[in-house]
């Protein structure tokens, strides 16, 4: 092979090598894309979870209040 056959191919591969970076760099913005969707989905999915944790312990003091009451009916009955 001559110089210039050689510089052909070389020439020849530069397309493929620009779409295949083109592509990696797309790629990459997209995982980028999707990595700020998790972090919101992740932000949304705590503030859940602190707003059932405050429901739940709301509810179980609730619960406590009833069963204190009826602790105390039963005892007047009793007596």
Known sequence: MDHNQMLVLA???VPT???VLIGILLNNGRLNDLTG???SLDTRLTNL???LDTRFDLL???VVDVDNRLT???AQLHN
Do not use: H, P, W
Request: hydrophobic content about 40%; aromatic content about 6%.
């Open 17 to 19: 090598i620009l779409t």
């Open 72 to 74: 105390r009916i039963e």
């Open 37 to 39: 969707y998790v972090r």
């Open 60 to 62: 179980l003091s609730k």
């Open 11 to 13: 020439l020849a591969n």
């Open 49 to 51: 979870d602190n707003k």
